[in-house]
Protein backbone atom coordinates (compact mmCIF):
# COMPACT_ATOMS: atom_id res chain seq x y z
CA UNK A 1 0.00 0.00 0.00
CA UNK A 2 1.12 3.58 -0.85
CA UNK A 3 1.94 5.72 1.59
CA UNK A 4 -0.88 8.23 0.38
CA UNK A 5 -3.32 5.80 0.93
CA UNK A 6 -2.22 4.64 4.54
CA UNK A 7 -2.24 8.58 5.44
CA UNK A 8 -6.13 8.54 4.25
CA UNK A 9 -6.57 5.43 5.47
CA UNK A 10 -5.56 6.82 9.01
CA UNK A 11 -7.37 9.73 8.43
CA UNK A 12 -10.74 8.01 8.30
CA UNK A 13 -10.37 5.94 11.03
CA UNK A 14 -9.46 8.63 13.27
CA UNK A 15 -12.66 10.26 12.42
CA UNK A 16 -14.18 6.98 13.05
CA UNK A 17 -12.88 6.96 16.29
CA UNK A 18 -13.87 10.84 17.03
CA UNK A 19 -17.71 10.12 15.65
CA UNK A 20 -18.00 6.94 17.69
CA UNK A 21 -16.30 8.87 21.36
CA UNK A 22 -18.79 11.80 20.43
CA UNK A 23 -21.89 9.43 20.05
CA UNK A 24 -21.10 7.44 23.36
CA UNK A 25 -20.71 11.25 25.19
CA UNK A 26 -23.80 12.39 23.96
CA UNK A 27 -25.58 9.51 25.01
CA UNK A 28 -24.17 9.62 28.76
CA UNK A 29 -25.61 13.32 28.88
CA UNK A 30 -28.91 12.40 27.51
CA UNK A 31 -29.05 9.57 29.82
CA UNK A 32 -28.43 11.66 32.42
CA UNK A 33 -30.00 14.87 31.32
CA UNK A 34 -33.56 12.41 31.93
CA UNK A 35 -32.42 11.26 35.37
CA UNK A 36 -33.20 13.10 38.75
CA UNK A 37 -29.94 14.34 39.96
CA UNK A 38 -30.30 12.15 43.36
CA UNK A 39 -31.14 9.30 42.09
CA UNK A 40 -29.00 6.47 41.48
CA UNK A 41 -30.24 4.63 38.05
CA UNK A 42 -28.25 1.01 37.33
CA UNK A 43 -29.28 0.97 33.82
CA UNK A 44 -26.63 -2.35 33.44
CA UNK A 45 -29.46 -4.40 32.32
CA UNK A 46 -30.96 -1.67 29.94
CA UNK A 47 -31.93 -2.70 26.59
CA UNK A 48 -30.70 -0.38 24.14
CA UNK A 49 -33.80 -1.13 21.28
CA UNK A 50 -36.41 0.17 24.16
CA UNK A 51 -37.28 3.38 24.24
CA UNK A 52 -38.25 4.59 27.86
CA UNK A 53 -41.81 5.75 27.81
CA UNK A 54 -42.74 9.48 28.34
CA UNK A 55 -45.01 8.97 31.54
CA UNK A 56 -44.93 13.21 31.74
CA UNK A 57 -47.20 13.66 28.69
CA UNK A 58 -50.53 12.23 28.91
CA UNK A 59 -51.67 12.37 25.28
CA UNK A 60 -54.19 9.68 24.82
CA UNK A 61 -55.10 10.84 21.84
CA UNK A 62 -52.09 9.60 19.36
CA UNK A 63 -52.88 7.00 16.96
CA UNK A 64 -51.14 3.34 17.35
CA UNK A 65 -49.67 2.09 14.56
CA UNK A 66 -51.49 -0.17 12.69
CA UNK A 67 -52.08 -3.75 13.46
CA UNK A 68 -49.88 -2.92 16.43
CA UNK A 69 -49.70 -6.17 19.23
CA UNK A 70 -49.87 -5.28 22.55
CA UNK A 71 -46.46 -7.38 22.99
CA UNK A 72 -44.69 -5.09 21.33
CA UNK A 73 -45.15 -2.62 24.08
CA UNK A 74 -42.99 -1.28 25.83
CA UNK A 75 -44.40 -3.18 28.76
CA UNK A 76 -44.56 -5.80 27.05
CA UNK A 77 -40.58 -5.79 25.68
CA UNK A 78 -39.25 -4.91 29.21
CA UNK A 79 -36.07 -6.81 30.59
CA UNK A 80 -36.96 -8.20 34.06
CA UNK A 81 -34.82 -9.40 36.43
CA UNK A 82 -36.50 -11.75 38.95
CA UNK A 83 -39.10 -13.81 36.44
CA UNK A 84 -40.78 -16.56 38.06
CA UNK A 85 -39.58 -19.51 36.69
CA UNK A 86 -42.23 -21.32 34.14
CA UNK A 87 -44.17 -24.51 35.03
CA UNK A 88 -45.56 -27.14 33.47
CA UNK A 89 -49.09 -26.03 32.64
CA UNK A 90 -52.39 -28.14 34.43
CA UNK A 91 -53.17 -31.26 32.11
CA UNK A 92 -56.13 -29.84 29.91
CA UNK A 93 -59.07 -30.50 31.94
CA UNK A 94 -63.00 -29.57 31.00
CA UNK A 95 -65.91 -28.75 33.38
CA UNK A 96 -67.11 -32.46 33.19
CA UNK A 97 -67.19 -33.31 37.20
CA UNK A 98 -66.71 -29.53 38.83
CA UNK A 99 -70.32 -28.95 40.74
CA UNK A 100 -72.95 -26.50 39.19
CA UNK A 101 -73.43 -24.14 42.09
CA UNK A 102 -76.89 -22.46 40.63
CA UNK A 103 -79.82 -23.66 41.46
CA UNK A 104 -81.66 -25.83 38.65
CA UNK A 105 -83.51 -23.35 36.32
CA UNK A 106 -86.74 -24.99 38.03
CA UNK A 107 -86.30 -24.04 41.19
CA UNK A 108 -86.94 -20.58 39.74
CA UNK A 109 -90.56 -18.86 39.08
CA UNK A 110 -90.85 -17.89 35.49
CA UNK A 111 -93.71 -15.34 36.88
CA UNK A 112 -91.93 -14.24 39.18
CA UNK A 113 -88.95 -13.31 36.81
CA UNK A 114 -91.05 -11.57 34.38
CA UNK A 115 -92.36 -9.46 37.22
CA UNK A 116 -89.09 -7.92 37.82
CA UNK A 117 -88.82 -6.31 34.32
CA UNK A 118 -89.96 -3.37 35.04
CA UNK A 119 -87.47 -3.34 38.46
CA UNK A 120 -84.92 -4.32 36.19
CA UNK A 121 -85.94 -1.08 33.51
CA UNK A 122 -85.49 1.37 36.47
CA UNK A 123 -82.43 0.15 37.56
CA UNK A 124 -80.99 0.92 34.04
CA UNK A 125 -82.34 4.49 34.05
CA UNK A 126 -80.18 4.82 36.91
CA UNK A 127 -77.10 3.62 35.23
CA UNK A 128 -77.94 5.79 32.12
CA UNK A 129 -78.16 9.16 34.17
CA UNK A 130 -74.43 8.94 35.40
CA UNK A 131 -73.28 7.48 32.21
CA UNK A 132 -74.62 10.42 30.68
CA UNK A 133 -73.29 13.06 33.30
CA UNK A 134 -69.85 11.11 32.63
CA UNK A 135 -70.01 11.27 28.96
CA UNK A 136 -70.47 14.58 28.70
CA UNK A 137 -68.81 16.14 32.56
CA UNK A 138 -65.52 13.67 32.52
CA UNK A 139 -65.34 11.49 29.51
CA UNK A 140 -62.05 9.56 29.69
CA UNK A 141 -61.46 10.18 33.52
CA UNK A 142 -61.26 7.86 36.16
CA UNK A 143 -64.17 9.22 37.55
CA UNK A 144 -67.36 12.00 38.23
CA UNK A 145 -67.44 14.44 41.48
CA UNK A 146 -71.42 14.69 40.47
CA UNK A 147 -72.12 17.43 42.78
CA UNK A 148 -69.57 20.18 41.40
CA UNK A 149 -69.08 17.83 37.95
CA UNK A 150 -65.60 18.00 38.27
CA UNK A 151 -63.51 14.96 36.80
CA UNK A 152 -61.48 12.93 38.96
CA UNK A 153 -57.84 11.26 38.00
CA UNK A 154 -56.78 8.63 40.90
CA UNK A 155 -56.11 6.02 38.95
CA UNK A 156 -53.45 6.53 36.49
CA UNK A 157 -55.75 8.77 34.44
CA UNK A 158 -56.26 6.34 31.91
CA UNK A 159 -60.35 6.28 32.02
CA UNK A 160 -60.80 3.61 35.00
CA UNK A 161 -64.70 4.54 34.80
CA UNK A 162 -65.16 3.81 31.52
CA UNK A 163 -63.27 0.67 31.46
CA UNK A 164 -64.96 -0.56 34.93
CA UNK A 165 -68.12 0.05 33.03
CA UNK A 166 -67.91 -1.56 29.71
CA UNK A 167 -69.18 -4.25 30.46
CA UNK A 168 -72.00 -2.90 32.49
CA UNK A 169 -73.00 -1.38 29.23
CA UNK A 170 -72.77 -4.84 27.38
CA UNK A 171 -75.10 -6.85 30.12
CA UNK A 172 -77.25 -3.92 29.78
CA UNK A 173 -77.99 -4.03 25.75
CA UNK A 174 -76.55 -0.61 25.43
CA UNK A 175 -73.98 -1.11 22.47
CA UNK A 176 -73.85 2.12 20.69
CA UNK A 177 -72.39 3.21 24.14
CA UNK A 178 -70.59 0.28 24.14
CA UNK A 179 -69.07 0.67 20.67
CA UNK A 180 -68.04 4.29 21.58
CA UNK A 181 -66.32 3.57 24.42
CA UNK A 182 -64.39 0.83 22.81
CA UNK A 183 -63.34 3.09 20.23
CA UNK A 184 -61.68 5.20 22.94
CA UNK A 185 -60.89 2.72 25.14
CA UNK A 186 -58.39 1.55 22.53
CA UNK A 187 -56.13 4.80 22.19
CA UNK A 188 -55.56 4.81 25.93
CA UNK A 189 -51.56 4.65 26.09
CA UNK A 190 -50.67 2.75 29.01
CA UNK A 191 -47.06 3.85 28.72
CA UNK A 192 -48.01 7.75 29.95
CA UNK A 193 -49.54 8.74 33.13
CA UNK A 194 -48.82 11.53 35.39
CA UNK A 195 -49.38 9.56 38.71
CA UNK A 196 -46.18 8.97 40.36
CA UNK A 197 -47.72 5.71 41.67
CA UNK A 198 -50.71 3.58 40.93
CA UNK A 199 -52.18 0.83 43.13
CA UNK A 200 -51.58 -1.94 41.40
CA UNK A 201 -54.45 -4.04 43.01
CA UNK A 202 -57.16 -1.27 41.84
CA UNK A 203 -55.44 -1.26 38.74
CA UNK A 204 -55.86 -5.13 37.98
CA UNK A 205 -59.69 -5.85 39.12
CA UNK A 206 -61.09 -2.69 37.87
CA UNK A 207 -59.01 -2.07 34.78
CA UNK A 208 -57.49 -5.33 33.75
CA UNK A 209 -60.80 -7.01 35.27
CA UNK A 210 -62.60 -4.50 33.33
CA UNK A 211 -61.26 -5.55 29.83
CA UNK A 212 -60.96 -9.02 30.59
CA UNK A 213 -64.50 -9.10 31.67
CA UNK A 214 -65.38 -6.69 28.71
CA UNK A 215 -63.79 -9.28 26.15
CA UNK A 216 -64.89 -12.10 27.53
CA UNK A 217 -69.31 -10.47 27.36
CA UNK A 218 -68.31 -9.04 23.49
CA UNK A 219 -65.43 -11.32 21.74
CA UNK A 220 -63.76 -7.95 20.69
CA UNK A 221 -60.06 -8.48 20.22
CA UNK A 222 -59.13 -5.42 20.43
CA UNK A 223 -60.43 -5.44 24.52
CA UNK A 224 -58.04 -8.74 24.69
CA UNK A 225 -54.75 -6.35 23.04
CA UNK A 226 -55.43 -3.55 25.53
CA UNK A 227 -55.84 -6.06 28.52
CA UNK A 228 -52.42 -7.32 27.24
CA UNK A 229 -50.67 -4.77 27.95
CA UNK A 230 -52.11 -3.89 30.96
CA UNK A 231 -51.17 -7.06 32.53
CA UNK A 232 -47.30 -7.24 30.79
CA UNK A 233 -47.44 -3.60 32.75
CA UNK A 234 -48.69 -5.17 36.18
CA UNK A 235 -46.39 -8.05 35.44
CA UNK A 236 -43.67 -5.63 35.93
CA UNK A 237 -44.75 -4.53 39.66
CA UNK A 238 -43.33 -8.35 39.93
CA UNK A 239 -40.42 -8.18 39.58
CA UNK A 240 -38.84 -8.29 43.07
CA UNK A 241 -36.42 -10.84 44.44
CA UNK A 242 -38.66 -12.64 46.47
CA UNK A 243 -41.52 -12.58 43.75
CA UNK A 244 -44.37 -10.46 45.44
CA UNK A 245 -45.87 -7.64 43.86
CA UNK A 246 -45.86 -3.88 44.88
CA UNK A 247 -48.99 -2.47 45.39
CA UNK A 248 -48.30 0.94 46.00
CA UNK A 249 -46.24 0.98 42.68
CA UNK A 250 -43.65 3.56 41.15
CA UNK A 251 -43.98 2.20 37.82
CA UNK A 252 -41.31 5.03 36.65
CA UNK A 253 -38.59 3.26 38.43
CA UNK A 254 -39.67 0.09 36.92
CA UNK A 255 -39.89 1.32 33.72
CA UNK A 256 -36.25 2.80 34.34
CA UNK A 257 -34.83 -0.52 35.08
CA UNK A 258 -34.21 -0.05 38.81
CA UNK A 259 -33.87 -2.53 41.27
CA UNK A 260 -37.58 -3.36 43.06
CA UNK A 261 -38.66 -4.32 46.64
CA UNK A 262 -41.51 -5.84 48.07
CA UNK A 263 -43.10 -3.63 50.81
CA UNK A 264 -42.95 -3.84 54.67
CA UNK A 265 -46.45 -3.00 54.72
CA UNK A 266 -48.93 -4.08 52.49
CA UNK A 267 -52.76 -5.28 53.01
CA UNK A 268 -53.64 -8.75 52.96
CA UNK A 269 -56.48 -7.53 50.14
CA UNK A 270 -53.79 -6.17 47.68
CA UNK A 271 -51.49 -8.68 47.63
CA UNK A 272 -53.71 -11.94 47.04
CA UNK A 273 -55.70 -10.25 44.80
CA UNK A 274 -53.99 -10.91 41.35
CA UNK A 275 -55.15 -14.79 40.65
CA UNK A 276 -58.04 -14.13 38.57
CA UNK A 277 -57.46 -11.63 36.46
CA UNK A 278 -53.78 -13.12 35.36
CA UNK A 279 -55.46 -16.77 35.31
CA UNK A 280 -57.68 -15.90 32.83
CA UNK A 281 -55.10 -13.68 30.89
CA UNK A 282 -52.71 -16.93 30.71
CA UNK A 283 -55.73 -18.94 29.39
CA UNK A 284 -57.06 -16.91 26.87
CA UNK A 285 -53.31 -15.72 25.39
CA UNK A 286 -51.57 -19.11 26.38
CA UNK A 287 -49.16 -16.74 27.72
CA UNK A 288 -48.41 -18.77 31.34
CA UNK A 289 -46.29 -15.68 32.81
CA UNK A 290 -49.15 -14.01 34.31
CA UNK A 291 -50.12 -17.15 36.00
CA UNK A 292 -47.27 -18.07 37.34
CA UNK A 293 -46.36 -15.30 38.97
CA UNK A 294 -50.01 -14.73 40.84
CA UNK A 295 -50.07 -18.62 41.41
CA UNK A 296 -46.42 -18.00 42.91
CA UNK A 297 -48.22 -15.31 45.45
CA UNK A 298 -51.24 -17.63 46.31
CA UNK A 299 -48.78 -20.66 47.01
CA UNK A 300 -46.75 -18.75 49.38
CA UNK A 301 -50.12 -17.44 51.01
CA UNK A 302 -51.28 -20.84 51.30
CA UNK A 303 -47.44 -21.57 53.20
CA UNK A 304 -47.69 -18.68 55.36
CA UNK A 305 -51.57 -19.36 56.44
CA UNK A 306 -50.81 -21.70 59.43
CA UNK A 307 -48.19 -19.91 60.89
CA UNK A 308 -50.02 -16.84 62.02
CA UNK A 309 -50.77 -15.54 64.84
CA UNK A 310 -54.79 -16.33 64.16
CA UNK A 311 -53.95 -20.29 62.45
CA UNK A 312 -56.03 -20.24 59.46
CA UNK A 313 -56.77 -16.50 59.11
CA UNK A 314 -53.81 -13.85 57.57
CA UNK A 315 -53.25 -10.45 59.00
CA UNK A 316 -54.81 -7.61 57.80
CA UNK A 317 -51.42 -5.74 57.53
CA UNK A 318 -48.40 -8.25 56.11
CA UNK A 319 -44.92 -7.62 55.75
CA UNK A 320 -44.03 -8.44 51.77
CA UNK A 321 -40.56 -7.88 51.93
CA UNK A 322 -39.83 -10.44 54.66
CA UNK A 323 -42.51 -12.41 54.38
CA UNK A 324 -43.21 -12.56 58.35
CA UNK A 325 -46.95 -12.35 58.64
CA UNK A 326 -46.70 -11.73 62.73
CA UNK A 327 -49.69 -8.88 62.84
CA UNK A 328 -52.06 -9.33 65.26
CA UNK A 329 -55.22 -7.75 63.63
CA UNK A 330 -57.87 -10.39 61.76
CA UNK A 331 -60.80 -9.65 59.39
CA UNK A 332 -62.73 -10.52 56.83
CA UNK A 333 -64.00 -6.96 55.95
CA UNK A 334 -62.02 -3.86 54.86
CA UNK A 335 -58.17 -4.16 53.50
CA UNK A 336 -58.84 -8.27 53.65
CA UNK A 337 -61.79 -8.92 52.14
CA UNK A 338 -60.74 -9.28 48.08
CA UNK A 339 -58.25 -12.10 49.15
CA UNK A 340 -60.88 -13.96 51.00
CA UNK A 341 -63.48 -13.78 48.48
CA UNK A 342 -60.97 -14.58 45.94
CA UNK A 343 -60.04 -17.89 46.98
CA UNK A 344 -63.18 -20.38 46.24
CA UNK A 345 -63.95 -18.49 42.73
CA UNK A 346 -59.79 -19.21 41.60
CA UNK A 347 -60.73 -22.82 42.19
CA UNK A 348 -63.86 -22.69 39.77
CA UNK A 349 -61.86 -20.93 36.93
CA UNK A 350 -59.02 -22.92 36.99
CA UNK A 351 -61.21 -26.12 37.20
CA UNK A 352 -60.25 -27.31 40.53
CA UNK A 353 -56.75 -28.58 39.31
CA UNK A 354 -55.27 -27.25 42.81
CA UNK A 355 -55.95 -28.15 45.73
CA UNK A 356 -54.74 -25.26 47.99
CA UNK A 357 -57.62 -23.22 47.27
CA UNK A 358 -60.25 -25.42 48.77
CA UNK A 359 -57.52 -26.18 51.83
CA UNK A 360 -57.07 -22.14 52.16
CA UNK A 361 -60.75 -21.82 52.13
CA UNK A 362 -61.52 -24.09 54.17
CA UNK A 363 -59.04 -23.57 56.93
CA UNK A 364 -59.51 -19.70 56.55
CA UNK A 365 -63.71 -19.87 56.72
CA UNK A 366 -63.67 -22.40 59.53
CA UNK A 367 -61.22 -19.86 61.59
CA UNK A 368 -63.74 -17.30 60.84
CA UNK A 369 -66.78 -19.05 61.79
CA UNK A 370 -65.16 -19.97 64.84
CA UNK A 371 -63.80 -16.58 65.91
CA UNK A 372 -64.91 -13.28 63.56
CA UNK A 373 -68.93 -14.24 63.11
CA UNK A 374 -70.73 -13.51 65.76
CA UNK A 375 -74.84 -13.11 66.77
CA UNK A 376 -75.80 -9.76 67.39
CA UNK A 377 -78.58 -9.24 69.96
CA UNK A 378 -81.37 -7.52 68.14
CA UNK A 379 -85.19 -6.45 69.58
CA UNK A 380 -86.92 -9.14 67.20
CA UNK A 381 -84.03 -12.09 68.61
CA UNK A 382 -83.29 -12.74 64.70
CA UNK A 383 -81.08 -15.46 64.23
CA UNK A 384 -78.75 -13.71 62.22
CA UNK A 385 -75.05 -13.49 61.88
CA UNK A 386 -72.10 -10.42 60.90
CA UNK A 387 -68.88 -10.43 60.73
CA UNK A 388 -66.40 -8.65 63.43
CA UNK A 389 -63.04 -8.53 63.94
CA UNK A 390 -60.60 -10.46 65.99
CA UNK A 391 -57.33 -9.10 67.80
CA UNK A 392 -54.68 -11.38 69.07
CA UNK A 393 -53.46 -10.08 72.97
CA UNK A 394 -50.22 -11.62 74.28
CA UNK A 395 -51.22 -12.35 78.34
CA UNK A 396 -48.81 -12.04 81.08
CA UNK A 397 -47.86 -15.58 80.79
CA UNK A 398 -46.97 -15.53 77.42
CA UNK A 399 -50.15 -17.30 75.86
CA UNK A 400 -52.27 -15.81 73.63
CA UNK A 401 -55.86 -14.98 73.80
CA UNK A 402 -58.55 -13.48 71.08
CA UNK A 403 -61.18 -10.41 71.56
CA UNK A 404 -63.91 -9.97 69.53
CA UNK A 405 -63.87 -6.11 68.41
CA UNK A 406 -67.96 -6.15 67.37
CA UNK A 407 -67.31 -3.29 64.93
CA UNK A 408 -69.30 -4.16 61.44
CA UNK A 409 -67.65 -3.03 58.15
CA UNK A 410 -70.16 -2.34 55.03
CA UNK A 411 -67.08 -4.00 52.94
CA UNK A 412 -67.58 -7.35 54.94
CA UNK A 413 -70.73 -7.95 53.78
CA UNK A 414 -69.42 -9.57 50.81
CA UNK A 415 -69.56 -12.15 53.55
CA UNK A 416 -72.52 -13.91 53.26
CA UNK A 417 -72.06 -14.51 48.96
CA UNK A 418 -68.48 -16.07 50.33
CA UNK A 419 -70.32 -18.89 51.94
CA UNK A 420 -72.83 -18.68 49.66
CA UNK A 421 -70.68 -19.50 46.63
CA UNK A 422 -68.00 -21.64 48.62
CA UNK A 423 -70.90 -24.08 50.16
CA UNK A 424 -72.40 -24.88 46.77
CA UNK A 425 -68.98 -25.40 45.10
CA UNK A 426 -67.10 -27.48 48.27
CA UNK A 427 -70.83 -29.25 48.64
CA UNK A 428 -70.68 -27.73 52.55
CA UNK A 429 -74.22 -27.54 53.69
CA UNK A 430 -73.09 -25.63 56.97
CA UNK A 431 -71.77 -22.69 54.75
CA UNK A 432 -75.11 -22.44 52.93
CA UNK A 433 -76.76 -22.11 56.38
CA UNK A 434 -73.74 -19.46 57.01
CA UNK A 435 -74.72 -17.67 54.07
CA UNK A 436 -77.96 -17.38 54.37
CA UNK A 437 -77.64 -15.88 58.24
CA UNK A 438 -75.11 -13.15 56.88
CA UNK A 439 -77.14 -11.89 54.18
CA UNK A 440 -79.82 -11.23 56.62
CA UNK A 441 -77.54 -10.05 59.43
CA UNK A 442 -76.67 -7.09 56.91
CA UNK A 443 -80.10 -6.70 55.46
CA UNK A 444 -81.39 -6.34 59.43
CA UNK A 445 -78.40 -3.32 59.46
CA UNK A 446 -79.75 -1.69 56.45
CA UNK A 447 -83.16 -1.84 57.59
CA UNK A 448 -82.74 -0.54 61.15
CA UNK A 449 -81.66 2.94 60.01
CA UNK A 450 -83.96 5.33 59.32
CA UNK A 451 -82.68 5.49 55.52
CA UNK A 452 -83.09 1.86 54.67
CA UNK A 453 -79.70 1.77 54.23
CA UNK A 454 -76.16 0.51 56.32
CA UNK A 455 -73.58 2.81 57.45
CA UNK A 456 -69.57 1.95 56.66
CA UNK A 457 -68.93 1.15 59.87
CA UNK A 458 -71.38 0.53 62.90
CA UNK A 459 -70.61 -1.72 66.66
CA UNK A 460 -73.68 -3.87 68.08
CA UNK A 461 -73.78 -6.27 71.06
CA UNK A 462 -72.22 -9.89 70.48
CA UNK A 463 -74.26 -12.73 72.18
CA UNK A 464 -72.90 -15.56 73.91
CA UNK A 465 -74.70 -17.96 72.25
CA UNK A 466 -75.45 -18.27 68.49
CA UNK A 467 -78.81 -20.19 69.25
CA UNK A 468 -80.22 -18.34 72.20
CA UNK A 469 -80.01 -14.89 72.30
CA UNK A 470 -83.26 -13.14 74.26
CA UNK A 471 -83.24 -9.52 73.89
CA UNK A 472 -82.26 -7.52 76.88
CA UNK A 473 -83.05 -3.69 76.75
CA UNK A 474 -80.79 -2.38 79.63
CA UNK A 475 -77.66 -4.55 78.52
CA UNK A 476 -77.83 -2.72 75.81
CA UNK A 477 -78.10 0.48 77.35
CA UNK A 478 -75.35 -0.48 79.58
CA UNK A 479 -73.28 -1.52 76.84
CA UNK A 480 -73.76 1.80 74.85
CA UNK A 481 -73.14 3.18 78.04
CA UNK A 482 -69.91 1.64 78.42
CA UNK A 483 -68.62 2.36 74.47
CA UNK A 484 -69.10 6.09 75.44
CA UNK A 485 -66.83 5.99 78.98
CA UNK A 486 -64.20 3.92 77.10
CA UNK A 487 -63.11 6.99 75.09
CA UNK A 488 -60.59 9.86 75.82
CA UNK A 489 -63.05 11.81 77.24
CA UNK A 490 -65.81 9.48 79.35
CA UNK A 491 -68.95 11.20 80.90
CA UNK A 492 -70.13 8.89 83.83
CA UNK A 493 -73.70 11.21 84.46
CA UNK A 494 -74.82 11.13 81.02
CA UNK A 495 -78.32 10.60 80.46
CA UNK A 496 -78.15 7.47 78.40
CA UNK A 497 -81.45 7.63 76.32
CA UNK A 498 -81.22 11.25 75.39
CA UNK A 499 -77.58 10.26 73.96
CA UNK A 500 -78.95 7.46 72.04
CA UNK A 501 -82.10 9.78 70.98
CA UNK A 502 -79.19 12.32 69.72
CA UNK A 503 -76.94 10.11 68.38
CA UNK A 504 -80.40 8.04 66.28
CA UNK A 505 -79.03 4.87 67.67
CA UNK A 506 -81.12 2.21 66.60
CA UNK A 507 -81.83 -0.75 69.47
CA UNK A 508 -79.05 -3.39 69.25
CA UNK A 509 -76.83 -0.53 67.71
CA UNK A 510 -74.09 0.31 70.65
CA UNK A 511 -72.45 3.28 68.15
CA UNK A 512 -71.90 3.85 64.73
CA UNK A 513 -68.48 5.35 64.09
CA UNK A 514 -68.91 5.80 60.63
CA UNK A 515 -72.60 7.16 59.73
CA UNK A 516 -71.42 7.30 55.23
CA UNK A 517 -72.91 5.22 52.37
CA UNK A 518 -70.08 5.01 49.98
CA UNK A 519 -72.63 3.53 47.41
CA UNK A 520 -71.00 0.27 48.31
CA UNK A 521 -72.61 -3.13 46.61
CA UNK A 522 -71.47 -5.33 49.10
CA UNK A 523 -74.80 -6.08 50.52
CA UNK A 524 -76.17 -6.79 46.60
CA UNK A 525 -73.80 -8.92 46.04
CA UNK A 526 -74.05 -11.36 48.07
CA UNK A 527 -77.69 -10.94 47.96
CA UNK A 528 -77.87 -11.72 44.33
CA UNK A 529 -75.39 -14.91 44.79
CA UNK A 530 -77.54 -16.36 47.28
CA UNK A 531 -80.51 -15.91 45.47
CA UNK A 532 -78.93 -17.69 42.44
CA UNK A 533 -77.47 -20.59 44.17
CA UNK A 534 -80.56 -20.88 46.87
CA UNK A 535 -83.89 -19.18 44.56
CA UNK A 536 -84.56 -17.32 47.97
CA UNK A 537 -87.38 -15.48 46.24
CA UNK A 538 -87.86 -13.12 48.90
CA UNK A 539 -84.64 -11.70 48.40
CA UNK A 540 -86.09 -10.16 45.21
CA UNK A 541 -88.49 -7.67 46.94
CA UNK A 542 -86.01 -6.98 50.09
CA UNK A 543 -83.20 -6.20 47.11
CA UNK A 544 -85.89 -3.58 44.90
CA UNK A 545 -86.77 -1.98 48.35
CA UNK A 546 -82.66 -1.53 49.22
CA UNK A 547 -82.60 0.08 45.56
CA UNK A 548 -85.69 2.37 46.28
CA UNK A 549 -84.06 3.48 49.74
CA UNK A 550 -80.57 3.92 47.81
CA UNK A 551 -82.26 5.74 44.78
CA UNK A 552 -84.12 8.02 46.62
CA UNK A 553 -81.61 9.36 48.96
CA UNK A 554 -78.19 9.17 46.54
CA UNK A 555 -79.87 10.78 43.43
CA UNK A 556 -78.80 14.05 42.01
CA UNK A 557 -79.05 16.04 38.94
CA UNK A 558 -74.93 14.45 37.81
CA UNK A 559 -75.95 11.14 39.09
CA UNK A 560 -75.64 9.88 42.28
CA UNK A 561 -73.92 11.04 45.56
CA UNK A 562 -72.74 9.43 48.96
CA UNK A 563 -74.66 9.90 52.06
CA UNK A 564 -72.47 11.50 54.99
CA UNK A 565 -74.90 10.60 57.41
CA UNK A 566 -77.75 7.72 57.15
CA UNK A 567 -78.52 7.51 60.55
CA UNK A 568 -80.17 10.98 60.01
CA UNK A 569 -83.94 11.06 59.70
CA UNK A 570 -84.21 14.34 57.73
CA UNK A 571 -85.87 14.41 54.62
CA UNK A 572 -82.49 16.59 52.43
CA UNK A 573 -79.82 13.96 53.08
CA UNK A 574 -76.08 15.41 53.24
CA UNK A 575 -74.47 14.36 50.13
CA UNK A 576 -70.61 14.02 49.52
CA UNK A 577 -69.59 15.18 46.09
CA UNK A 578 -68.48 11.44 45.55
CA UNK A 579 -69.79 8.79 42.75
CA UNK A 580 -66.87 6.00 43.00
CA UNK A 581 -66.73 3.68 39.99
CA UNK A 582 -68.10 0.71 41.70
CA UNK A 583 -71.79 2.43 42.03
CA UNK A 584 -72.41 1.85 38.25
CA UNK A 585 -69.77 -1.01 37.45
CA UNK A 586 -70.78 -3.39 40.72
CA UNK A 587 -73.92 -1.96 42.78
CA UNK A 588 -75.97 -1.07 39.76
CA UNK A 589 -74.49 -3.51 37.97
CA UNK A 590 -75.70 -6.92 40.74
CA UNK A 591 -79.12 -4.85 41.32
CA UNK A 592 -79.51 -5.36 37.36
CA UNK A 593 -78.58 -8.89 37.47
CA UNK A 594 -80.80 -9.29 40.47
CA UNK A 595 -83.49 -8.73 38.52
CA UNK A 596 -82.71 -10.69 35.45
CA UNK A 597 -83.04 -13.72 33.99
CA UNK A 598 -81.40 -16.64 36.22
CA UNK A 599 -79.66 -17.74 33.34
CA UNK A 600 -77.96 -14.21 32.46
CA UNK A 601 -74.40 -14.62 33.43
CA UNK A 602 -75.26 -18.07 35.30
CA UNK A 603 -72.81 -18.68 38.34
CA UNK A 604 -71.79 -21.97 36.48
CA UNK A 605 -70.19 -20.32 33.14
CA UNK A 606 -68.74 -17.33 35.54
CA UNK A 607 -67.07 -16.06 37.78
CA UNK A 608 -67.38 -12.37 39.16
CA UNK A 609 -63.81 -10.68 40.36
CA UNK A 610 -63.65 -8.56 43.34
CA UNK A 611 -64.70 -5.37 41.15
CA UNK A 612 -67.63 -7.61 40.11
CA UNK A 613 -66.23 -7.99 36.07
CA UNK A 614 -67.63 -11.53 35.03
CA UNK A 615 -64.42 -13.60 33.67
CA UNK A 616 -65.23 -16.69 31.81
CA UNK A 617 -64.92 -20.02 33.07
CA UNK A 618 -63.14 -21.78 30.00
CA UNK A 619 -64.44 -25.40 28.71
CA UNK A 620 -60.95 -26.60 28.54
CA UNK A 621 -58.04 -24.95 31.27
CA UNK A 622 -55.99 -23.00 28.74
CA UNK A 623 -58.11 -21.77 25.74
CA UNK A 624 -56.12 -20.97 22.31
Known sequence: MSRSRRQWLGFFLSLSIIFLLYRHHRSLNDSNASTPINEKVDNQDQDPDIPLPDFQNPDFSSEPPPNTHAHESFWGRLPLRHIVLPSLPPPIQSRLGIPKIQADPSSFSGVTTWF??????????????????????????????????????????????????????WIMRMRTEFDEAVATVVDINFENTQSSEINTHEINIRI????????????????LSKAIEVGDMLYAAFDTPNHLPITLWDLHRAAR???????????????????????????????????????????????????????????????????????????????????????????????????????????????????SLFRPMTPHNRDILVPGSIRVMMTQNGKSRTLLESRVHHRSCFTGGMFALGGAFYSIPSHRKIANKLVDGCIWAAQAMPLGIMPEVYETVPCASQTECPWNEWHWKQEVWKSVNSSPEPDP????????????????????????????????????????????????????????????????????????????????????????????????????????????????????????????????????
Open 116 to 169: QKSRQAAVKDAFTRCWDSYKSLAWQTDALAPISGLPNNAFGGWGLMMIDNLDTL
Open 208 to 223: LGGLLGAFDLSGDQRL
Open 257 to 371: QEEQLAEEMVSASELGSFILEFTRLSQLTSELKYFNAAQFVMERLGQLQDVTKLTGMWPVVLNARTEVFDGDFFTLGAEADSLYKTLAKADMILGGRFPVYRKMYERSTRTAAGH
Open 493 to 624: DMDIDAYIHEHHLPKGFISIPDTRYNLRPEIIESMFNLYRISAREDLLDTAWEMFESIQNTTEIINGNAALADVTSPTEEPIHIDSMESFWMSQTLKYFYLMFSAPDALSLDEYVFNSAGHPLKRPDTMWEQ
